[in-house]
């Protein structure tokens, strides 16, 4: 136990002279590090700026699309950070190339080596990146679009060269990596499809409950004009279930106004509904009542 304590002192001896005696290169080098950690962040803080500025959307001339400009502006921060991660990196290992006295050339070739074994194991990252220039290449999608992929679904928020970032309607801010990005949907390409349908009563004259929901399609493509591109038109009966007959409307609008044209679609032939005695059935339960008075259901 004494001999270790010595041997641990003597180490510490060692050590504390070794650092005395290079004083005056540690100080160096360790300033030179802060300075550049400290540019860094002023440039990407500054970088940021920049290119919020140039690519701002309600700037640009009719010729450029708002989402893809938003998309160019993610991805240039994406590149900003890691070009100067990259600054950084080879700085730190220039400046402990240097402290240690060994030539820049022969430190990254010993640093190659533990680089070698690393991108074993970095190869989904390279995937991810890989993916993403293709995304981008092809323009699958675009920040402001929705999308689903997967098991998620929402708005793209932030498309990088390795991530893509959504929010779906929850709230829920998902994170996946391009390399994990093989079917997409896109929701927000061309027109989109509104469809409803409406069940009403065996009993109920068909032809009237169409002619109702015309009157109603009508009066609704008015209203909405800005965001319907065609109908809505009432295709007819499409299905016979066990208490209804299914009545279908359909109609195009613009991308991600379907869901608010389906919702005023459902509201007003109800409304219709009611107020033209059409009946849309139910659940019902009947209860038949025996002589003795007890219910029988």
Not at 9 to 32: C, F, H, P, Q, Y
Not at 108 to 129: M, N, P, R
Request: aromatic share 8%.
């Amino acid at each position: 136990m004494i001999t270790g304590t010595g041997e641990t002192m003597d180490l510490l001896e060692t050590v504390s002279r070794i650092i005395a005696d290079n004083s005056d290169k540690i100080l160096k080098s360790a300033g030179t590090i802060l300075g550049i950690l400290v540019l860094a962040w002023l440039g990407i803080k500054l970088g940021d700026a920049l290119i919020s500025r140039i690519l701002r959307p309600r700037e640009q001339k009719y010729y450029f699309d708002e989402r893809r400009v938003l998309t160019l502006r993610t991805l240039a921060k994406s590149i900003l950070r890691y070009v100067v991660y990259f600054v950084i990196g080879f700085t730190i290992l220039g400046q402990l190339a240097a402290l240690s006295g060994t030539d820049l050339k022969g430190f990254l070739a010993g640093a190659g080596i533990l680089g070698v074994a690393l991108g074993f194991g970095a190869q989904s990252l390279v995937k991810d990146v890989i993916s993403g220039f293709f995304i981008l290449m092809e323009n699958q999608y675009t920040v402001g679009e929705y999308i689903k992929t997967g098991e998620f679904s929402g708005i793209v928020e932030e498309l990088e060269l390795r991530v893509t970032k959504i929010r779906d309607w929850g709230g829920e801010f998902h994170i996946i990596p391009n390399g994990q990005i093989s079917v997409v949907t896109n929701y927000s390409r061309g027109s989109m499809r509104a469809l409803v349908e409406v069940g009403i009563a065996y009993e109920e004259d068909i032809d009237r409950a169409m002619e109702v929901m015309r009157s109603v399609a009508a009066e609704v493509c008015r209203e909405l004009s800005d965001v319907i591109v065609e109908g809505p038109e009432i295709l007819g009966v499409v299905a016979l279930g066990p208490s209804e007959v299914v009545i279908r409307a359909v109609a195009k609008t613009k991308p991600l106004e379907q869901w608010t044209v389906e919702r005023v679609l459902r509201k007003r032939f109800k409304e219709a509904f009611d107020q033209n005695g059409i009946e849309i059935p139910y659940p019902r339960q009947v209860l038949i009542y025996r002589s003795g008075g007890e219910p029988n259901a």
